[in-house]
């Protein structure tokens, strides 16, 4: 079970909202580069990065503080990111910067066509993010709710080629109520390609109950508000994590 520390950019600062809101945002670190150090160093295996303001501005805006997290990380673990990816140039100017996976979230799903060509094109490199709320897909940093169903839509960009999906619940995002297990564990049964669970990850029991059901399909969870609150030690969790694994 990999636990993946996600660093949320907002105006270069690293910060977490809560349920998605831009306005409810509280600021973490104002060095987004040194912030990656501190998750390499307590083991970290794969970094998760977001540009909020690219998610909204449907660009990037963030590539300064992208680009010195990847100075800073080098080589040493994966770094994936999402928000205001909507092109193939985006996505390739991204990979040639360092970046493993780019998550297309958004584009996918109103836009089917990027997201098939952008299999094509850097096949073992793209992630889809689907944001859910009550079983539908929402798009736009989440602002919009749109009348696909998450398995559906899913099972769809399996066939285009993508290498995982990260499943969101939009309701516990940010505020620290526990991993939707149940709708991970459906979504990632549905499918063949490994699940990531995101949104509301709270202490060590969710790890526990993650690993649970690391055999359906779900590889790893992203660790937000948690781990900068202090509600998860990330070492801790992960060397958990690893032990569980280690005893199956």
């Not at 912030?35 to 083991?43: I, K, N, S, T, V």
């Not at 969710?206 to 609150?229: F, H, K, M, T």
């Amino acid at each position: 079970m990999l636990l993946i520390p996600a660093i949320d950019l907002k105006d270069g600062k690293c910060v977490r909202l809560k349920q998605g809101d831009m306005n409810d945002s509280t600021t973490f670190g104002e060095d987004p580069a040194a912030m990656a150090r501190r998750w390499l160093d307590a083991g970290a295996r794969r970094l998760h990065l977001v540009d909020l303001n690219g998610a909204f501005a449907g660009k990037p805006v963030n590539e300064a503080a992208i680009k010195a997290i990847l100075k800073e990380v080098g080589n040493e673990i994966p770094v994936q990111l999402g928000g205001g990816i909507r092109d193939l140039d985006t996505i390739e100017r991204y990979l040639d910067d360092g970046i493993s996976y780019v998550i297309i979230g958004t584009a996918a799903v109103k836009n089917p066509g990027l997201l098939r060509d952008a299999c094509t094109a850097f096949g073992g490199h793209i992630i889809v993010g689907l944001d859910a709320k009550d079983g539908k897909v929402a798009t736009d940093g989440w602002s919009k709710l749109s009348g696909h169903e998450v398995i559906d839509l899913a099972q769809k960009f399996q066939d285009y080629g993508v290498e995982g999906v990260i499943y969101t619940d939009i309701g516990r995002d940010g505020m620290l109520t526990g991993i939707n297990i149940e709708a991970t564990v459906k979504l990632a049964q549905a499918l063949t390609i490994p699940v990531i669970a995101s949104g509301g990850l709270s202490n060590l029991a969710d790890i526990e109950r993650l690993c649970a059901v690391e055999g359906e399909g779900v590889q790893g969870v992203i660790c937000g508000r948690a781990i900068y609150s202090g509600d998860l030690d990330f070492a801790a969790g992960q060397t958990r994590a690893d032990e569980l694994n280690g005893a199956r």
